[in-house]
């Protein structure tokens, strides 16, 4: 990898790539740096539903939601 979750390499690419549609190369990495945002907030976000769901069914706590098996893999 040349870059830690495509920081860097995402800007300079957008750059690049929405400068030939016209759109400034500051506006574009503004864009690029927006949505690099959303896409670790999605991340972070999963990632603790993820975690809490593993905190809270260990060793078959909260039996009565776990019957259903809504969400969490058992």
Known sequence: ?????????????????LGLLGIPAE???????????IIAATG?????????GKLLFKNGGLKSVSKYKLFWKR
């Open 1 to 17: 990898p040349i870059s830690i979750a495509g920081w860097g390499v995402r800007e300079s690419a957008a750059a690049i790539g």
């Open 27 to 37: 506006m574009a990495v503004a864009i690029s740096i927006i949505l690099g945002g």
């Open 44 to 52: 972070l976000f999963g990632g603790a539903y993820w975690l809490i």
